[in-house]
């Protein structure tokens, strides 16, 4: 059974940072795309990063230049790196997965396949 485990959050202060890092279990094939999603209170869930197969990398606006994603590959783990974290950053993280690289172009909910419990990051003083 696939099965994705989001860990690392926590409460930081706004300028601050945080890694976040998403493992992987279950998985037949090494060549998986895999993207983080942010859930704010009363917000809808948006994909803000993204990392195919391949190497390619993704980013909402909202975090670009901000947070970069990457992959250990001998892990299989993928990061989220979050720097210069302010308020609006605040809400519960989730990392999902899927087979095909162009579920990054787009960061769809419904294209990914299998998704983590999410992990919750506050920005708060």
């Known amino acids: 059974q696939e099965q994705l485990v989001e860990s690392g959050g926590g409460l930081v202060q706004p300028g601050g940072s945080l890694r976040l890092s998403c493992a992987p279990s279950?998985?037949?094939?090494?060549?998986?795309?895999t993207g983080w999603f942010r859930q704010a209170p009363g917000k809808e869930r948006e994909g803000i990063a993204c990392?195919?197969?391949?190497?390619?990398?993704y980013y909402a606006d909202s975090v670009k230049g901000r947070f970069t994603i990457s992959r250990d590959n001998a892990e299989r783990t993928v990061y989220l790196a979050m720097t210069n974290l302010n308020a609006e950053d605040t809400g519960v993280y989730y990392c999902?997965?899927?087979?095909?690289?162009?579920?990054?172009?787009?960061?769809?909910?419904?294209?990914?396949?299998?998704w983590g419990q999410g992990t919750q990051v506050t920005v708060s003083t």
């Open positions: 279950g998985f037949s094939s090494d060549h998986w795309s």
């Open positions: 999902a997965s899927d087979l095909w690289d162009y579920v990054c172009y787009e960061r769809a909910e419904a294209n990914f396949r299998s």
């Open positions: 990392i195919t197969g391949s190497g390619s990398t």
